[in-house]
């Protein structure tokens, strides 16, 4: 029996649903209802996956209800379905197309596996409304400074009720993490690097699920921290990161800059990279890079930070 794969491409509101090899597509709303017609179509035709692109949030609760329903689901950067779709002489872009391309990448990755995704849904959210409360802080902390000094009062007492707010999304954070055993063991692990702490380590289980079950080549390509070549015929264009989960990057960036200090791996590293002439931000994304290949080991392995990644002991520092 032919294996079956389908594809999706996902909006804010939308799914548009494609099977590899058949003419007709599936337009749904991208809301409960339109995610349990998916599971159906998935089901009743035994899919041997279901592939989407990763958008950076959108196909999270899709990406959610498809892995509880037991349907093989892998997310792939956005890139590589481009590239793909270039490849095979597609170069326009429709939903419909897009879906179609998708699901004909499905068939044709041979490395493709299923990449099933725990229920951190909401910690994620949680994640989220953080991030928004330090982007809020940080704009009336700026309005603060040039302020007329009759609304200094105002502005101060918003960032006390900022502030206090953020230390109960702190909390609640904290809690939910601790409630899921999957997710607390994925903490306790990520935080015990030197220059990984609670916030970056909260933001890589919540939005970074896949860490753990992808190669280190995958799970970089996923995050958009793998330089990709820009070559043509005898002209050799700068290497490049671009696609992948953005704010899973932002959480990276931070951990990594702490850990140029901080942690002996990553800092001798970073050394080597600026004596060997790097610009100082190339020599930090690839310390993201190799920051990120360590703790996908460790959570594929269940292992701490030892000496195996670590020469010296933890400074105690972190972000």
């Known amino acids: 029996m032919e294996k079956v794969y389908i594809g999706i491409d996902i909006s804010k509101d939308s799914l548009d649903v494609a099977i590899h090899g058949v003419k007709n597509l599936m337009h749904t ?18 899919a041997a996956m279901v592939c989407f692109e990763a958008t950076g949030g959108f196909e999270m609760p899709l990406y959610m209800a498809l892995s ?18 270039r490849s095979m002489g597609k170069l326009a872009k429709t939903d419909t197309i897009d879906a179609r ?12 596996k299923s990449r099933p995704i725990a229920k951190t849904q909401e ?5 989220t409304r953080r991030t928004q409360l330090i982007e809020m802080i940080t704009m009336e902390s700026n309005r603060l400074r040039r302020c007329h000094p009759q609304l200094k009062a105002g502005i101060e007492a918003h ?21 899921d055993p999957a997710c607390r063991e994925k903490d306790s692990l990520l935080q015990s690097t030197p220059g990984v702490g609670p916030t970056t380590a909260a933001a890589l289980v919540a939005q970074l699920p896949e860490l753990g079950t992808l ?21 050799r264009g700068k290497r490049m990161v671009w696609g992948g989960r953005a704010r899973v990057r932002a959480a990276l960036y931070m951990a990594a800059l702490v850990s140029t200090r901080f942690n002996p791996v990553i800092r001798n590293y970073y050394e080597r990279l600026l004596t060997a002439g790097k610009a100082k931000k190339v020599a930090l994304t690839a310390c993201m890079h190799k920051l990120l290949t360590i703790l996908n080991a460790m959570l594929k392995h269940h292992t701490t930070w030892s000496n195996s990644y670590s020469p010296t002991p933890s400074a105690g520092h972190c972000f």
Do not use: C, M, Y
């Open 29 to 46: 709303s991208n809301d409960p209802t339109g995610i349990q017609k998916v599971i159906r179509l998935a089901h009743k035709r035994d």
């Open 68 to 85: 509880e329903a037991g349907v093989n689901v892998a997310p792939v950067n956005p890139r590589q379905i481009r590239d793909f779709a």
């Open 101 to 112: 391309v998708i699901a004909h990448f499905a068939s044709a990755a041979t490395e493709l």
């Open 123 to 127: 910690i994620k959210d949680v994640v």
């Open 159 to 179: 960032l006390a009720w900022l502030e206090q707010q953020l230390d109960e999304i702190d909390s609640e954070l904290r809690n939910l993490i601790d409630k």
């Open 215 to 235: 190669n280190r080549r995958q799970i970089a390509a996923l995050v958009g921290v793998a330089p990709l070549n820009r070559d043509s015929g005898l002209s």
